[in-house]
């Protein structure tokens, strides 16, 4: 397992604890009413208050407050009734107000837990510590000019959620799963669209090293690692790192380091001398910000079906196998498309469907679902036709691939293409006899123990037939007639 | 003219660590001001003073006090989250001291 | 009319002679320009907009031809130049600031502009509100119009840091201006410069589009000679402003209607004993007893209370008020406006940026506020000093059980020459020992000049009111107004003038 390195001295193992930055789903900034859409021309998406201009202040987004409770509730989490904003200090040129606003003592979600999933099909729960509301910064372009700096603000103040776990995770694999798991539930709360290459989902990697079972290591914060791959390869560098250290003889330093996704490793960030003395104080232009339990309450009523709720029930009430549940409830669009094929069909035969021809086709053609050629209901009825005997198995892969070229029903292609399966016994009788009169040596053969023989047999017949009788008939007359 | 000379308790013994250049130096880059060693040796006995003088709260029993932060005895009001702002580019710009193609301009950050 | 006695009238006055059609918008705006262009030795503006002030006049009286007239139409005001005021320079006295032209209006400015004021232009303060005397700003000390009768040669300051406001509506250069007031910086200058001035509740009037200076002290207010003038403005200026969140959804009342005459019968005046500080000096002590005689006299009933907690007031401000604001100063760092210093790296540029565009005064507060918030003081400055606030305002609270206004001394001296006590903060600090604590309780005050020293200078008295209560605060003015009767002229102005 990498969860545990192998050292000169023996074994360490590996302590993560991940603070996230989701940004929320919402129309305007956390404290200005511009535009929090990705991508737009420099400064165009800023307003006097996201430049700090003097005299300016701010004023808080309430579906972003909405949008926060509704997150901690999904990450089975206390909403405290109270929270404060703070102001955190510190000079850098994307920063305007020269602080961002945040929630330092009283953030607005409290101690919460979600399960991740590991590769055997374990799951194991990891603590949330909180979860807070802050302002983004804007965004430094070091590369245009050769002795200047470009700031654009237009992401400047955009609301983040900062999720931060407890150091319960161990390894590369575990902190994967974690960030899969966290941007599953955002992106089913509707929260966060997840989309790690934007930015709108960032990951900060707290690692440290320990004896396996002694006390906790010193950390050292990760930043700058956007996707789940670096996360991964920045975590096996920097324990690796900090176990070379240690082994000789060195102590590891509290600091914050940079991921340099190039050369592939971490770096010390000298740029954050003043880190430790942020000054937090409760920002005096903003109260405190009060929930009332009973909207809370109305929060709850509206929230989705999760993904780990999703995923036993489809396990208990479809009797589908663990790892096939979880790559059905991976995204909320995948798995209802699934019900919806699923609905008073055999739900084996449909998970099979979705997941082995639709999504496999869907995914050699780098499609998505919401872009598939064949609806839920054309498949459900494609399904039908199978079950009901109007096509064998085989033929209706042969419809398949034309339905996902066409978008027709199956039917209309079962129709056209005259593929309905012959089912009349004395038809496919009269077949049976030609093809034991034609091949009297290999019935003879047969006849003498060449069971193997048989799928010969039925070969021919399908042939005369052109696939479409029936093959359990056909079986059951051969095997009648070659006694 | 009669300026008042002290109508202030006297300060209980210092508690806390007083200002010695080395802080004061710490401070002002924390504050990113500039300063020549003349400016921080004469700030520097200001500055004491004032917290010396600040100090006197010490000599309250607050235990139990909840801090105050605002006065005002209002609940935080919110927003809706309709977009009335932005698209104000010119005038966004408009007083910077280096501007380009929308960018403002700073000297370059090395990380 | 000549220009000498249209200077003179009050803003009450002046918007009955509007209406009668003595004379036009734009006679009474020329009036003040006028009067400005004779006092620039005062010192009173940064900025001058005479050609705005003119335009807006022509306007007024076009209005009010269509018989559309505001609240305050065709009266020119002053504005302390920590309003932000959409295409004229806002500079908040620094050289920070010294180019800056805000592309927005502050609430407060164009709530006066709705009601028809004119704007003669932006007055002159202590850097960022930062001092009692004007003698922080950058474009130089403002001088009082009074003198002593004893040295007559001594300049004496404004107060501060609204000097310019209560400069000019002193020396008859505008008949009211807009102030702001973080720890008595309306109350202290109204009271050098022998007029009136009020404070309202915290989250009366919104502070968008005002440059902060400490956000949960700083409230805006106004200057004019008469408290009924100040009623007016104070109407005019008030009510929620969704655009700051620390604005209260309150009605706002008539505060005209309000002053009933001045009858303060059966009103229970509090007079708070730890207000009578060691060292106080006898002509504020006989101000205040005159005061509590005039009202006593009026019907009103004097009730002792006690506010154990008043006199740590200084300390805490001088804790909160530099921690705010060495945050709120952190945006003046040459990015995005603002005059910036290059440097040979972006450290260094903001370092040098905001050594030379801030004044001494106000590097001193960012400096003390940095140093209370960092790690390991906190607890012990900003957090005690919270709960000092706390104790601070429920003193009040509780005083306001037995009584309806507070009446107080307002400054622990008259007027002092320019150049005192500018080498110790502490003794400069000391000024607002009667003012701050109001700042930190929220509560709205009022300064009304009361009386003459013997050198020949004005001194005000406070009252003090309960949160929200403005009216009663008024009208408890408007009684001592009566009493006093103040009518003695800033000595530039010549005393024959008075009577
Ligand atoms: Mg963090
Ligand atoms: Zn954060």
Redesign the interface.
């Known amino acids: 397992m990498a969860q545990i390195i192998k050292g000169r001295t023996g074994e360490w193992e590996i302590v993560i604890g991940m603070e996230v930055h989701a940004q929320v789903t919402a129309n305007t900034k956390l404290f200005s009413g511009a535009s929090a859409v990705f991508g737009a021309e420099p400064n165009s998406q800023v307003s006097m208050v996201d430049a700090a201009m003097p005299g300016m202040l701010p004023t808080l987004n309430a579906y972003c407050v909405e949008q926060a409770v509704r997150t901690g509730l999904g990450l089975n989490a206390e909403i405290h009734a109270t929270s404060v904003f703070e102001r955190k200090n510190y000079f850098y040129p994307d920063l305007p107000q020269g602080y961002q606003i945040s929630q330092y003592l009283h953030p607005i979600v409290g101690k919460g837990k979600i399960e991740i999933d590991l590769p055997q099909g374990d799951v194991k729960e990891i603590g949330i510590t909180r979860l807070h509301l802050e302002q983004d910064a804007g965004k430094s372009l070091h590369d245009q000019h050769p002795t200047k700096s470009f700031v654009d603000l237009n992401r400047s103040g955009c609301a983040l959620m900062e999720i931060v776990s407890e150091p319960d995770l161990r390894g590369a694999e575990e902190a994967a799963a974690y960030l899969s798991k966290l941007r599953m539930i955002l992106r089913y709360l509707g929260t966060c669209d997840g989309n790690m290459e934007e930015g709108s989902m960032r990951a900060d990697v707290n690692v440290s090293v320990r004896k396996p079972g002694g006390a906790l290591g010193t950390r050292c914060e990760i930043k700058n690692v956007n996707s789940v791959k670096a996360v991964q390869m920045a975590i096996d560098y920097e324990s690796r790192r900090q176990v070379d250290i240690i082994e000789d003889g060195g102590t590891i330093h509290q600091e914050t380091r940079l991921w340099d996704p190039t050369k592939g490793e971490t770096r010390s960030m000298r740029s954050k001398e003043d880190a430790h003395d942020y000054r937090y104080f409760p920002d005096p232009d903003l109260l405190p910000l009060v929930l009332d339990n009973a909207w809370i309450a109305s929060i709850k009523q509206t929230l989705p079906e999760l993904p780990d709720q999703k995923k036993h029930r489809f396990m208990q009430d479809y009797g589908l196998g663990a790892y096939d549940s979880g790559v059905l409830i991976a995204e909320r669009i995948r798995a209802d498309f699934f019900e919806s094929v699923a609905k008073g069909r055999d739900a084996k035969m449909a998970a099979n469907w979705v997941l082995n021809e639709l999504l496999g086709v869907l995914n050699k053609d780098g499609k998505n679902l919401d872009q598939s050629p064949i609806t839920a209901a054309q498949l459900g009825g494609l399904i039908d036709l199978i079950v009901d005997n109007t096509i064998s198995g085989k033929i209706a892969k042969d419809v398949f691939a034309d339905m996902y070229a066409t978008s027709k029903d199956a039917a209309k292609i079962v129709d056209e293409k005259g593929l309905k399966q012959v089912t009349d016994i004395g038809a496919i009788e009269k077949t049976v006899d030609q093809v034991i009169a034609a091949n009297p040596d290999n019935v003879a053969a047969y006849r003498g123990g060449k069971d193997k023989l048989f799928g010969f047999f039925v070969g021919q017949v399908m042939k005369e037939t052109g696939g479409k009788a029936n093959p359990e008939i056909v079986n059951q007359l051969l095997k009648d007639k070659l006694k | 003219m009669t300026t008042i000379i002290s109508c202030i308790p006297p300060a209980l013994p210092s508690t806390l660590p007083v200002m010695d250049t080395k802080t004061v130096k710490k401070v002002a880059s924390l504050a990113r001001l500039s300063m020549t060693d003349q400016e921080l040796e004469s700030y520097r006995p200001k500055l004491e003073n004032i917290l010396k003088f600040v100090e006197q709260l010490s000599e309250v029993n607050t235990d139990g006090v909840e801090p105050l932060s605002n006065v005002v005895d209002i609940a935080l009001t919110l927003r809706t989250d309709t977009l009335t702002d932005g698209d104000l580019q010119q005038k966004i710009l408009a007083n910077a001291p280096e501007s380009t193609e929308g960018f403002f301009v700073v000297p370059k950050v090395v990380e | 009319m000549t220009q000498k006695s249209l200077t003179h009238l009050s803003i009450t006055e002046a918007l009955a002679g509007l209406s009668k059609k003595e004379f036009s918008a734009v006679e009474y705006t020329r009036a003040h320009i006028e009067a400005t262009e004779q006092n620039r030795d005062l010192n009173c503006y940064i900025t001058e907009t005479p050609d705005i002030a003119l335009r807006q006049a022509a306007e007024s009286d076009a209005r009010r031809a269509k018989g559309q007239a505001g609240l305050l139409d065709g009266v020119p005001i002053a504005i302390k130049d920590l309003?932000?005021t959409q295409g004229v320079r806002?500079t908040?006295a620094s050289r920070i600031?010294d180019?800056?032209?805000?592309?927005?209006e502050?609430t407060v400015t164009s709530k006066i502009f709705a009601e028809g004021a004119v704007m003669l232009g932006k007055v002159n303060l202590d850097s960022f509100g930062m001092g009692s005397t004007t003698g922080s700003s950058a474009f130089g000390q403002t001088f009082n119009p009074w003198r002593s009768t004893t040295s007559p040669d001594v300049k004496l300051v404004p107060g501060g840091s609204s000097g310019g406001s209560s400069a000019v509506v002193a020396a008859r250069m505008a008949p009211g201006a807009l102030g702001t007031d973080t720890g008595g910086s309306i109350r202290q200058p109204a009271a050098f410069c022998g007029i009136s001035g009020i404070k309202p509740t915290?989250?009366r009037c919104s502070?968008?589009?005002?440059?902060?200076y400490?956000?949960?002290l700083d409230q805006a207010g106004v200057f004019a000679r008469t408290v009924e003038d100040c009623a007016l403005m104070l109407k005019s200026i008030s009510g929620y402003d969704?655009?700051?969140?620390?604005s209260?959804?309150k009605p706002v009342p008539d505060f005209v209607a309000g002053l009933q005459g001045g009858n303060v019968k059966r009103l229970k005046v509090g007079i708070p004993k730890e207000y009578r500080?060691?060292?106080?000096?006898q002509e504020i002590d006989e101000s205040w007893h005159k005061g509590t005689q005039w009202l006593k006299d009026q019907g009103a009933e004097i009730v002792d209370i006690s506010l154990p907690?008043v006199?740590?007031a200084?300390?805490?401000y001088?804790?909160l008020a530099p921690?705010?604001a060495?945050?709120n100063?952190?945006?003046?760092?040459?990015?995005?406006?603002?005059?910036?210093i290059?440097?040979k790296?972006?450290?260094?540029?903001?370092?040098?940026t905001?050594?030379h565009g801030?004044q001494d005064e106000v590097?001193?507060r960012?400096?003390?506020g940095?140093?209370a918030?960092?790690?390991g003081?906190?607890d012990?400055?900003?957090?005690?000093?919270?709960?000092?606030?706390?104790?601070i305002?429920d003193d009040y609270m509780k005083a306001f059980e037995k009584c309806d206004v507070l009446l107080t001394p307002i400054t622990?001296?008259?007027a002092?020459?320019v150049g005192?006590?500018e080498d110790?903060?502490?003794?400069m600090?000391?000024e607002d020992?009667f003012t701050i604590s109001l700042n930190?309780?929220?509560l709205p005050g009022m300064c009304v000049p009361a009386m003459l020293n013997a050198e020949g200078l004005p001194l005000g008295l406070q009252i003090i009111g309960r949160?929200w209560d403005e009216e009663t605060v008024l009208r408890a003015a408007r009684g001592l107004e009566i009493a006093a009767d103040f009518r003695a002229l800033p000595g530039m102005l010549g005393t024959k003038m008075a009577a």
């Open positions: 309003f932000c806002t908040a600031l180019q800056f032209v805000p592309e927005y502050s915290y989250g502070r968008f589009g005002v440059i902060a400490a956000s949960s969704p655009k700051d969140s620390t209260a959804n500080v060691e060292g106080m000096p907690h006199k740590y200084l300390p805490a001088y804790i921690c705010e060495s945050s100063l952190a945006r003046y760092d040459g990015v995005r406006y603002g005059r910036r290059e440097g790296d972006l450290k260094e540029t903001y370092e040098l905001r050594a801030f590097k001193r960012i400096m003390v940095t140093y918030l960092s790690a003081y906190y012990a400055y900003y957090v005690k000093a919270q709960k000092l606030r706390r104790l305002r622990p001296s008259a002092f020459p005192q006590n110790d903060p502490i003794k600090y000391l020992i930190l309780a929220g949160p």
